[in-house]
């Protein structure tokens, strides 16, 4: 279903004529916001052990990287740092530093406030921290994300994104998967080259 969703949103954005910025164009936003709504869902494959559990909102930080191959087409990299916010119903922390490639199709409003909507998708890597780890050996796994954004009075963005960190647990001799999902409000500031 999402992937029926993205490829719709991606059709409809490469038939659009619209114009954003001039090819060849690049930007740097550097950004901050909060992850809400956040849960951990661990599948243990002790019986007994699967953990479903809310997360508290946690701050996040990065840096953004955007080239545009056409007018209103960029792509780019960029590093989120999630920081570490407490499971419920339990003494862990856990928080992401995420490392992905992305891409947003902008489509110019041609208003004084807001300049313009896009879609944007990421999809990368995610590094799982756990504190106190007591014996937990965090992997590394997928990071993806897919929302949308606005630029405003030409340089300041605001994003909303859904997105998911899968990682896997190993304790001993057992490895569990886990999936971290969160809904993720971003404001930034865009610095255009």
């Given at each position: ?21 001039d090819q ?14 956040s ?68 489509f ?18 995610g ?67």
């Open positions: 279903m999402r992937k029926g969703l993205l490829v719709l949103l991606l059709a409809v954005a490469l038939a659009a004529p619209v114009f954003a910025a060849g164009a690049m930007e740097l936003d550097i950004k901050a916001g909060f992850n809400l709504m849960s951990v869902d661990v599948d243990s494959p002790v019986p007994g052990y699967d953990v479903k559990e809310d997360i508290d909102p946690a701050f996040t930080a990065g840096v953004d990287f955007f080239y545009y191959v056409m007018p209103e087409l960029a792509i780019g990299g960029g590093i989120s740092y999630v920081f570490n916010s407490k499971v419920k119903n339990s003494d862990m922390k856990a928080g992401f530093t995420n490392i992905y490639a992305q891409a947003k199709y902008v110019d409003l041609g208003d004084d406030l807001f300049n313009n909507i896009y879609p944007l998708v990421q999809v990368g890597y590094m799982l921290r756990i504190d106190p780890d007591d014996g937990i050996d965090p992997e590394s796994g997928l990071y993806w994300g897919i929302g949308a954004g606005t630029t405003i009075k030409e340089n300041f963005v605001l994003e909303l994104l859904y997105s998911q960190n899968k990682a896997d647990i190993k304790q001993g001799h057992y490895t569990a998967d886990g999936k971290y999902t969160t809904l993720q409000l971003k404001v930034g500031y865009k610095f255009v080259f």
